[in-house]
């Protein structure tokens, strides 16, 4: 995983009043857990957006009164209606502990259906996986060049070294869909070649007749 350095104050007050006065002030409650004891801290809402908001997964090092912790984010609130981070979860990560966390999907390489006129359908732009925080990686690459009009990659087909992705092996990651556009050039190229077919016919047909 790629890895970022946040910072955090602790919490002088645990409860609804105070979580609220933090976040009129631009402050994101929180709580680390996973330890031998919980830490409640506040961290820089700006600070924050920049490592959430984004298509990347992060193991932090997390300051806070002074010590640093090794964690991965474990659970986001976010507004209904803002979408603003009301609260945050963090969890302690240990070398011998497996974790689990949520990949983004990479694609390389030029799909032989989407040059066809297929449309790339991504069905999990991130991928759970299980294993070891040293083994995993910063994401999964899917090579797609291969891949026509109907075809996916499903989960049984992958292998991710040193760790497990906890879903059913017949799901689909992604697969490339006929669009209508593909469909109304293939039903023109079948119409030409009924044309072309019936044409032939006639013209033995009429060098018969002779």
């Given amino acids: 995983m790629k890895t970022a350095s946040l ?10 009043k105070d979580a609220a006065g933090l976040r009129a002030k631009g402050l994101v409650p929180g709580v680390l857990y996973g330890g031998s004891e919980q830490v409640h801290f506040h961290v820089n809402e700006v600070q924050l957006n920049k490592l959430i908001f984004t298509p990347d997964t992060y ?7 002074g010590t640093t912790h090794d964690c991965i984010v474990q659970d986001i609130q976010f507004h209904p209606v803002t979408d603003r981070i009301v609260h945050i979860d963090l969890l302690q990560v240990f070398p011998d502990k497996p974790i689990r966390v949520k ?15 297929g449309r790339l359908h991504v069905v999990y732009r991130r991928l759970p996986v299980v294993g070891l925080a040293d083994q995993i990686p910063e994401t999964v690459m899917l090579d797609i060049s291969d891949l026509d009009i109907g075809d996916s990659i499903r989960v049984g087909e992958l292998s991710v070294e040193g760790c497990q992705i906890p879903l059913n092996e017949s799901a689909v990651i992604l697969g490339v869909r006929r669009t209508r556009a593909a469909m109304s050039a293939a039903a023109g190229e079948e119409e030409g070649a009924e044309v072309a077919e019936g044409a032939e016919a006639g013209a033995e047909a009429a060098g018969g007749e002779e």
Avoid: C, I, W
């Fill in 103 to 117: 990949l983004p999907v990479s694609t390389e390489g030029a799909s032989v259906g989407v040059r066809n006129g």
């Fill in 7 to 16: 910072s955090g104050s602790p919490r002088e007050s645990v409860g609804k």
């Fill in 59 to 65: 193991r932090f090092q997390f300051e806070v009164s």
